[in-house]
């Protein structure tokens, strides 16, 4: 199939596309360095470069020959302000800046190297080097948040919820991050896994068996077409690989301020891996039970001494099978990525991605009654092993520019081509009891889908005080444009007894006539506001609004793409999206904040039948603590949230393409997370979320019904030891209540509870690391459901009691 990269694109998008890439021309080149200074310091002895260090500096520095002995610096030249010379000096070192409450820096191992020798003695007590300097909060340095070796399980800060690096102890939302030590600890292979179990109110699933992975957040579902965010740009449609994925923010409750198509729950949006200045590699082989293998490398470091172009590869190699039958999956994950940083003014970053999964996806166990049918949850009801190709190629950018200090820019675009293609069958025909049997009606579908699609925005922030008020302000635009190409060769396929089941009776090569055909183009376009006000240094005020106007529409035909093409029917709407907060710092360690915040979704298209736009609106209270040293956080909400213009799928068809309006839902709950450092020794994650959501207003006869996959009471614990430097321990418990399996409330998916453990060593040889992990999840082996897919023909059972092992290199 030939494809157009650019195709049909409009004015307004080619402006925002094509205008900032010639701005950048004129930006990148006269940059001055400004507030830094030229340092050239060769590498030498740790000590002797410390001394030349702070004649350059200024900046007197006090250290102790203990740690500093037998240790060589790194070279520093360029324009650099202090801080970043002084980390580039220790880059490689062991040694790392360490802040203290008295604003004093001290210099203490980073655990990445042996220690030297004079440091070596069983039980020694290790000195610290003190440099009395200004220097900044580690917290706030975002070498400190990408550091490979970073285990730590709290973020203080998080741009998802406002598109700035604003502390999160200051943000009059809930936003909750989930970072790279979290998802060491628990071997997550998937995003789902990430987010299941982590935060509150959240769940993940993989919607449409193995091809889209979605989020219900605060009782509100996703599209089911996957509805993740990449960097803060959207990118629907795929099952994301966690192989260059650094952390993964949660916004909850509308934001569509900022990120326009959203729904009102609230958004998942993964942070990606990018380029470091300093080298770093690692290899990892992972196995597992029922036939699990994962091979994942990263790679990062500068390419020229100037350290002026980095680059970084990550990548995976996975050949899974399953405890279910034919269900599998061998992927190919590959994600290079460049920096450019000329000077201190700009900075430039460029990445691709490529996927390709063979796959058969999992349609689960369909209801009997009041529950999942009683059929072992290992039998699918597919028809064997074959499997679809999905390919996946993604490309994009990012650049920002600092005018000064207080004022920058930034555009960031990306491009998506996801192809499916091959056999596969579905459960639309129903379940039928004839003569006691039941019987599972399927269509055989064989044929291609391609969806296009093209992100992009542009932001302007600057900080400015005005009359003694503090204001950061962000102005912005965005757009999304998608196209969605769909050809299929369907016929109805043997029926299969669901207790007594045939394989073997699907002759997929005799599809050859294409007879179903769908197109769907989408054009999103929006312009933003928002400002951060301080009033005496406590009081925290947050205004914003936002202009959409989308223009969308699709349509299904039996004759032809060219007639889907020709009779798909646009419709338009726009809309204004407010969102305002307060937050009051009641203590340095605890806040206290509420918001009201609407959202837009866009108009409903099924098919050729188009329904009003979804919008919800919502209003929260909550409680944020910190500790004084920033590493242990806690955060409680209370919500009331709703939607309306729902959709759900008709309950006369099992074709998840047909929908119909169900109305207006209301979500209501509490919400508790906590994360972080306790001790030295022990990492501590728990989340706990009460949630209410129900249909209120109705047009299907779903109303007082409860929301399909919410349940009411959900929780988790999990924490992890730390004997030494060497072994770590962890234990932890999931527990969900019941919850019903579609929005007609037919039938229920029993609460559970699973327990999880992990134990690791690391040994290390020289400057490298060996690490031995095993984790053990359902150690009590419960027989579960996870989720459904909103109908009664999908339930998807948990994996038993499993082992996944690891060897991991670094170095």
Not at 16 to 42: D, K, R, S
Not at 228 to 254: C, H, M, S, T, V
Not at 405 to 415: A, P, V
Not at 580 to 596: E, F, K, P, T
């Amino acid at each position: 199939m030939q494809k157009m990269i650019y195709p049909g694109l409009k004015s307004w998008w080619q402006c925002l596309f094509y205008v900032p890439l010639l701005l950048t021309l004129f930006l990148v080149w006269p940059a001055q360095a400004g507030n830094t200074m030229h340092y050239e310091i060769a590498p030498q002895s740790l000590d002797q470069a410390l001394v030349e260090f702070s004649n350059a500096s200024g900046l007197q520095v006090m250290a102790d020959g203990v740690l500093t002995s037998g240790v060589k610096s790194s070279r520093v030249t360029g324009n650099y302000s202090s801080s970043q010379a002084l980390g580039q000096l220790l880059a490689g070192t062991g040694l790392e800046v360490q802040s203290t409450q008295n604003g004093t820096v001290t210099l203490q191992l980073t655990g990445r190297l042996i220690p030297t020798a004079a440091t070596q003695n069983e039980g020694e007590t290790l000195p610290k080097v003190t440099v009395e300097a200004d220097a900044d909060n580690p917290y706030d340095d975002p070498n400190w948040a990408t550091d490979p070796y970073n285990k730590d399980y709290n973020r203080p800060n998080a741009t998802t919820a406002t598109k700035t690096d604003t502390p999160i102890m200051e943000t009059p939302v809930s936003i909750q991050v989930v970072p790279r030590g979290v998802l060491a600890d628990k071997q997550t292979t998937n995003l789902p896994d990430a987010v299941n179990g982590h935060v509150s109110g959240v769940l993940g699933r993989t919607g449409g068996g193995y091809l889209y992975d979605n989020f219900i957040i605060r009782g509100m579902a996703g599209s089911g077409f996957g509805d993740a965010y990449r960097n803060g740009l959207f990118n629907r449609q795929d099952i994301y690989d966690i192989a260059n994925i650094e952390q993964i923010d949660i916004l909850k409750g509308p934001a569509a301020v900022l990120y326009g198509r959203i729904e009102p729950g609230g958004l998942v949006n993964y942070v990606t891996k990018k380029p470091l200045a300093t080298p770093y590699y690692s290899l990892q082989q992972q196995f597992g039970s029922y036939d699990q293998y994962r091979t994942q490398f990263d790679a990062t470091g500068p390419i020229d001494k100037d350290k002026t172009l980095l680059y970084r590869v990550n990548g995976s190699y996975s050949d899974n099978q399953s405890f279910r039958d034919f269900v599998g999956n061998e992927r190919f994950f590959v994600a290079p990525a460049v920096t450019w940083r000329p000077n201190e003014k700009f900075v430039a970053n460029f990445e691709l991605e490529y996927k390709h999964d063979r796959l058969n996806a999992d349609y689960g166990i369909p209801a009997i009654g009041d529950r999942p049918a009683p059929i072992p949850i290992t039998r699918t009801l597919k028809d064997g092993s074959d499997r679809q190709l999905l390919e996946n190629t993604l490309v994009g950018f990012d650049w920002t520019y600092r005018f000064n200090e207080d004022w920058k820019i930034t555009q960031r675009y990306l491009f998506k081509d996801w192809t499916l293609s091959g056999p596969t069958l579905f459960n639309f025909g129903g379940l039928q009891q004839v003569n006691n049997r039941f019987l599972l009606g399927r269509t055989a579908s064989k044929g291609v889908q391609d969806v296009q699609t093209h992100s992009t925005n542009l932001d302007l922030n600057g900080k400015f005080e005005f009359f003694g008020s503090k204001h950061n302000l962000l102005i912005g635009v965005d757009g999304f444009y998608a196209t969605t190409e769909a050809h299929d060769a369907d016929a109805p396929a043997p029926d299969i007894d669901i207790f007594n089941p045939v394989y073997g009776q699907v002759d997929f090569n005799a599809l050859t006539q294409e007879n179903s055909f769908f197109y769907r183009k989408e054009n999103w376009f929006g312009a933003y506001i928002q400002d951060q006000i301080t009033l005496f240094d406590k009081l925290h005020i947050m205004l914003g609004g936002r202009y959409d106007n989308v223009t969308t529409g699709g349509n299904f035909t039996t004759a032809s793409l060219d007639a889907a093409k020709a009779g798909r029917e646009a419709k338009k709407d726009d809309a204004f999206s407010p969102r305002a907060g307060i937050l009051y710092q009641v203590r340095d360690w605890l806040s206290v904040y509420g918001s009201y915040t609407e959202s837009f979704s866009g108009n409903n298209n099924f098919g050729k039948t188009t329904f009003d736009p979804q919008e919800g609106k919502q209003y929260e209270l909550g409680l944020k603590a910190q500790t004084p040293d920033q590493r242990f956080s806690s955060t409680l909400a209370f919500f009331h949230l709703t939607k309306t213009n729902l959709l759900t799928d008709d309950p006369e068809r099992a074709d998840p393409n047909f929908q119909i309006l169900a109305g207006k839902n209301r979500s209501k709950g509490i919400e508790f997370d906590l994360a972080g450092q306790v001790t030295d020794n022990l990492n501590l994650l728990a989340t706990y979320a009460y949630t209410q959501s129900t249909y209120t207003q109705d047009f299907s006869g779903f109303k007082g019904n409860r929301l399909e996959n919410v349940p009411r009471h959900q929780g988790s614990l999990w924490g992890t030891w730390q004997f030494n430097d060497a072994f770590k321990v962890g234990l932890g418990v999931v527990a969900v209540g019941k919850r019903y399996g579609d929005a007609g409330n037919t039938y229920s998916l029993p609460g559970y509870v699973r327990m999880d453990a992990m134990a690791a060593y690391t040994y290390r040889i020289g400057q490298h690391r060996l690490t031995a992990q095993v984790n053990l999840n359902n150690l009590l082996d419960k027989e579960y459901f996870a989720n459904s897919d909103g109908g009664s023909l999908d339930s998807i059972p948990g994996t038993p009691i499993n082992v996944f092992g690891s060897l991991k290199y670094e170095f």
